[in-house]
């Protein structure tokens, strides 16, 4: 079993800075893939990031790629997002995942096995 929990949310205002923080516990952290998803208010939880099990692969949405930087320190077990640029769009519940399958990268939901409780980002105008 994996277990993660997110950190680092709140209220921002538009071109502002966050870094998301997803501590995980439990076997292997390492050889998980890590991801970030984020879901909007009646909206679909939808792919934001994924770091590789080494984390040398880096895979990032359309929508947040030259703002966001997801990155990893497995001595620490903790997976980050370094969200620049924000916009009020970004606004979401984000969510850590842990990916065990052996493709990278992946950025559907189905192929992710953990989930943390997520963290609330909000940006203002």
């Known amino acids: 079993q994996v277990q993660l929990v997110e950190s680092g949310g709140g209220s921002v205002q538009a071109g502002g800075s966050l870094r998301l923080s997803c501590a995980a516990s439990g076997r292997t952290f390492s050889s998980y893939a890590m991801g970030w998803f984020r879901q909007a208010p009646r909206k679909e939880r939808e792919f934001v990031a994924a770091i590789s099990w080494s984390g040398g692969n880096t895979y990032y949405a359309d929508s947040v790629k030259g703002r966001f930087t997801i990155s990893r320190d497995n001595a620490r077990n903790t997976v980050y997002l370094q969200m620049n640029s924000l916009k009020p769009e970004d606004t979401a519940v984000y969510y850590c995942?842990?990916?065990?399958?052996?493709?990278?990268?992946?950025?559907?939901?189905?192929?992710?096995?953990?989930w943390g409780q997520g963290t609330q980002v909000t940006v203002s105008s």
């Open positions: 995942a842990a990916d065990s399958s052996p493709i990278f990268p992946a950025a559907t939901m189905t192929e992710y096995d953990y």
